[in-house]
């Protein structure tokens, strides 16, 4: 599977953001779906992660309340919106896809085998 990350941009700070991730080469509803981000000098960050049917979402315990993943498998998109955006938001943020279900919950950056190119997100005070 392909992935694509789009709707990174310029954000003003306490505005909000919606990132997109759209698979190809194969459907979405096969795979586990998060989210990562990472500013520069600095490990990748876990911020979500959503289960194939999309019936079960997972937060790093700082982005629970601003944060929001979802996915519309007809469209074979995964989706991450942000309300409130602050300065700290500002990284490159990358989608990720797993087969395993069971890898989903952990938000281990090793437990997901593909990778989209990164969107850069960038806020403004």
């Known amino acids: 599977v392909q992935l694509q990350a789009s709707g990174g941009g310029l954000v003003q700070a306490g505005g909000s953001l919606r990132l997109s991730c759209t698979a190809s080469?194969?459907?979405?509803?096969?795979?586990?779906m998060a989210w990562f981000r990472q500013t520069p000098g600095n490990e990748r960050e876990f911020v979500a992660s959503?289960?194939?049917?999309?019936?079960?979402?997972y937060y790093s315990h700082p982005m629970r309340g601003r944060f929001a993943i979802s996915r519309d498998n007809t469209k074979n998109t995964a989706y991450l919106q942000a309300t409130n955006v602050q300065s700290g938001d500002t990284a490159v943020y990358y989608c990720?896809?797993?087969?395993?279900?069971?890898?989903?919950?952990?938000?281990?950056?090793?437990?997901?085998?593909?990778w989209g190119q990164g969107t850069q997100v960038t806020v403004s005070s």
């Open positions: 990720a896809a797993t087969l395993s279900s069971d890898r989903v919950p952990w938000g281990l950056e090793s437990d997901f085998d593909y």
């Open positions: 080469g194969r459907t979405l509803s096969d795979y586990g």
């Open positions: 959503i289960k194939m049917n999309g019936g079960y979402a």
